[in-house]
């Protein structure tokens, strides 16, 4: 599905409970894991900031491994198959994947994040071929990646059960509010590599590691979820970050189609729609991976109004929206607000 429409919410159906809202992908890839996560359309979350009040720079500290983690053995064989066909069409840009998650208990006031170098040719030479049978069952038979190692995309541990065997990257997925109450909209562009044509709220950026750039120039990388947020602001929007009033991280998730570990980001501006649009329109370095920006209010029955709507959604979209009137308005509130929709 890599480059073409990811159509799973073209058609929104009537739900009427907040818990009926994940996909058959999540629930199929759950059952494989053992777990019983909350989930909306292909995405679920592996942890979230208590009552997704969200964790704030201080409250999330940051390990970077100096090596690459291994791979299963059947994985690496597939990865050497794959790299010579997509190193002449693509640059290996260096990013990070999550190693593991530890979220605050008792005896720890913040959320402890354990991150490791990973090639973009790392995970792009597997990604494609996800749902394809290329591997092997102890008793011969074929089977897919995503059968045979997906269950252990929901695991991201400190303890002896391990992290990912999926070689997956850290994506940065951003909602951004304005200073006049406005939930920033944009209709990705038909050039950009995943989910072309559809609706985000509001970007999404793959974190950075320290090396060269498509351009063969030195990039430092970024040294934490915020940082990574901060530069996609700027490269998408041309926002710098003294217009940032408030920065928080809601919740690490797992998107079904790649298996990214996607971390979810609040972020509210002190500009308004119309500034952030003109300064898209005029000064973004990375303006063209978008076709349009919109926005809709902040003001919870629209925000649920467009949630039901025959939108083109990015498949996180709708979790994000969901998880933004969590902390906005409180899970009660929200859970009241869908079953409202149903009819007498």
Not at 278 to 297: F, K, N, P
């Amino acid at each position: 599905m890599i480059g073409n429409e990811y159509d799973g919410n073209a058609s929104v159906p009537e739900v009427h409970s907040l818990y009926a809202l994940a996909s058959d992908n999540a629930r199929w890839l759950m059952q494989l894991a053992g777990v019983e996560r909350f989930a909306v359309d292909d995405c679920i979350i592996i942890a979230n900031s208590e009552n997704f009040k969200g964790w704030g720079p201080q409250e999330v500290k940051t390990t970077i491994l100096a090596h690459p983690l291994p791979i299963p053995d059947d994985l690496a064989e597939i990865q050497r198959d794959k790299i010579a066909t997509i190193e002449k069409h693509y640059f290996n840009a260096p990013h990070y994947r999550l190693v593991s998650a530890t979220p605050a208990f008792s005896e720890l006031d913040h959320l402890k994040i354990v991150l490791a170098p990973l090639g973009f040719f790392d995970y792009f030479s597997l990604n494609p071929y996800f749902d394809e049978p290329l591997l092997r069952t102890l008793d011969g038979e074929p089977i897919s990646i995503r059968q045979k190692y997906g269950n252990t995309a929901l695991t991201y541990s400190s303890t002896d059960k391990g992290t990912s065997l999926i070689p997956a990257p850290v994506s940065i997925q951003c909602i951004v509010v304005t200073e006049d109450q406005r939930i920033l909209l944009v209709q990705r562009s038909l050039s950009v590599a995943f989910y072309p044509n559809h609706w985000s709220a509001s970007f999404e950026e793959t974190m950075n590691a320290p090396g060269f750039a498509k351009n063969q120039q030195v990039q430092k990388g970024d040294a934490d979820f915020f940082a990574g947020a901060l530069r996609g602001l700027d490269e998408e929007f041309a926002i710098a970050e003294d217009a940032v009033k408030d920065i928080k991280a809601l919740s690490l998730n797992v998107e079904y189609l790649t298996l990214s570990a996607d971390v979810f980001m609040l972020i509210r501006l002190g500009l308004t729609i119309d500034e952030i649009k003109q300064g898209w329109m005029v000064s973004a370095r990375h303006r063209d991976e978008a076709s349009r920006v919109s926005s809709i209010s902040t003001d919870l029955p629209e925000v649920i109004d467009r949630l039901f709507s025959r939108t083109l959604w990015h498949p996180t979209s709708r979790m994000r929206l969901i998880q933004f009137l969590f902390h906005q308005y409180g899970v009660q509130a929200v859970t009241k607000a869908i079953k409202a929709r149903q009819p007498s």
